[in-house]
């Protein structure tokens, strides 16, 4: 199967499991977000910034939140993550869980102060709860998504 099919269809897979996931609030997982750093750090050539900002403006109407701030935040962790792919890819999945924690809690610490400046209230400090539950999804995400990519050959 071709690569963009199997990628799209993951990250369509990602945005059902969010809307799935919402009445669970800042308990569930940034399926989203998981899916992108996987395919970023998996196959690094095949998603670029340009497509992590179009996926943030997307989550931002999803979620009906301030147009912008998603896609501005997203962009920013994936450029970090296309930096510094080839040192992450060689930690466990235990430590990329760990270094997920802390770049989506400087997401959440972001998006809460966008949302302070522009005096919007669309967040509340409860949104630091969807990093650790994000974190702690991480290894199922990842297994997922490897056997996945290693069925359809991904490259």
Do not use: C, E
Not at 12 to 32: C, E, K, N, Q
Not at 85 to 112: D, H
């Amino acid at each position: 199967m071709n690569n963009f099919i199997v990628i799209t269809l993951s990250l369509l897979l990602s945005i059902v499991l969010t809307i799935t996931t919402f009445p669970l609030g800042y308990f569930a997982p940034d399926w989203i977000h998981l899916f992108l750093i996987y395919w970023i750090l998996a196959t690094p050539g095949s998603i670029g910034l340009f497509a992590v900002w179009v996926i943030g403006l997307l989550v931002d109407v999803v979620l009906g939140s301030t147009l912008g701030v998603n896609a501005l935040v997203y962009s920013l962790i994936a450029y970090l993550i296309l930096k510094s792919y080839m040192a992450i890819r060689y930690l466990t999945v235990l430590q990329q869980g760990i270094l997920i924690l802390l770049l989506l809690l400087v997401k959440s610490t972001l998006i809460l102060w966008i949302d302070d400046i522009i005096g919007a209230s669309n967040y509340t400090t409860s949104l630091y709860w969807m990093p650790i539950v994000s974190a702690l999804a991480w290894p199922l995400v990842y297994y997922f998504l490897r056997n996945l990519r290693r069925k359809y050959n991904v490259t």
